[in-house]
């Protein structure tokens, strides 16, 4: 069965660089999260995406924007990065948003700032 | 202090034998909690997911169990395999869907031969 696809799968960039990062839903889910998740840390919520619009913001720097286009992929993109940045980032993705929907996590992209 | 503390911290078993994790969580209200398997460096997979009415849920040889008045869930896994080696999160939903998952630390589970 398909799973969530983000990609890359890792990524080094250098202080004040952009970064941006990419994720494939499940087919025909039209929720997408975002997670980071900091070396020895659980992992925060970010933003999510419901239908095309904004459903949810949390942590998310203003350094960071995302969307999520009309095929329901989403782009976290990342800007003025920072070594702080350097983590792992979860996408996932559900049918709908009720509560007890299950979502399903991608593989995630490593982020290193160095 | 943690809203979601999971126990162990870390365990080891041989391979074959059973083992039960731990999750007491404080959040309140809570919609349902869910136990992943998340092995290293990968995204968290979904084992369970339990509502506040349910008592218990099994997939394969994972067995979760929910007790809403102490505030207490398990996950038994039963009959242990190598590629059980992995870490074990708790995750508790507030009202609110997805953006309100409070993650427990995770119990990491080796299983050795």
């Known amino acids: 069965a398909a799973g969530v696809i983000q990609s890359p799968r890792h990524l080094i960039k250098e202080k004040r660089e952009t970064a941006t990062l990419k994720c494939y839903p499940i087919?025909?889910?039209?929720?997408v999260y975002w997670y980071q998740q900091g070396p020895g840390q659980d992992p925060q919520f970010l933003i999510s995406?419901?239908?095309?619009?904004?459903?949810d913001k949390g942590s998310i720097p203003d350094r960071f924007s995302a969307q999520q286009f009309s095929d329901y992929h989403s782009e976290l993109n990342m800007s003025s990065l920072e070594l702080g940045d350097s983590a792992l980032y979860f996408c996932?993705?559900?049918?709908?948003?009720?509560?007890?929907?299950?979502?399903?996590f991608g593989q995630g992209t490593r982020l290193t700032v160095v | 202090k943690n809203q979601v503390e999971q126990s162990p911290q870390s365990l080891i078993i041989l391979e074959g034998k059973n083992c039960t994790l731990q999750?007491?969580?404080?959040?309140?209200?809570?919609?349902?909690l869910r136990w992943y398997k998340q092995d290293t460096g990968r995204g968290p997979v979904s084992l369970t997911i339990?509502?506040?009415?349910?008592n218990t849920k099994s997939n394969g040889r994972y067995t979760a169990t929910l007790d809403a008045d102490t505030k207490q869930s398990s996950l038994h896994i039963t009959a242990s395999q190598l590629s059980d080696s992995a870490s074990y999160i708790c995750?508790?939903?507030?009202?609110?869907?997805?953006?309100?998952?409070?993650f427990g630390a995770g119990t990491r589970l080796a299983v050795h031969p």
């Open positions: 087919p025909r889910h039209d929720t």
């Open positions: 996932a993705s559900s049918l709908g948003q009720a509560p007890n929907t299950e979502a399903f």
């Open positions: 995750v508790v939903s507030a009202p609110g869907g997805y953006n309100k998952l409070i």
């Open positions: 999750c007491n969580y404080t959040v309140s209200p809570f919609s349902n």
């Open positions: 339990m509502t506040f009415s349910e």
């Open positions: 995406f419901y239908e095309k619009m904004q459903s």
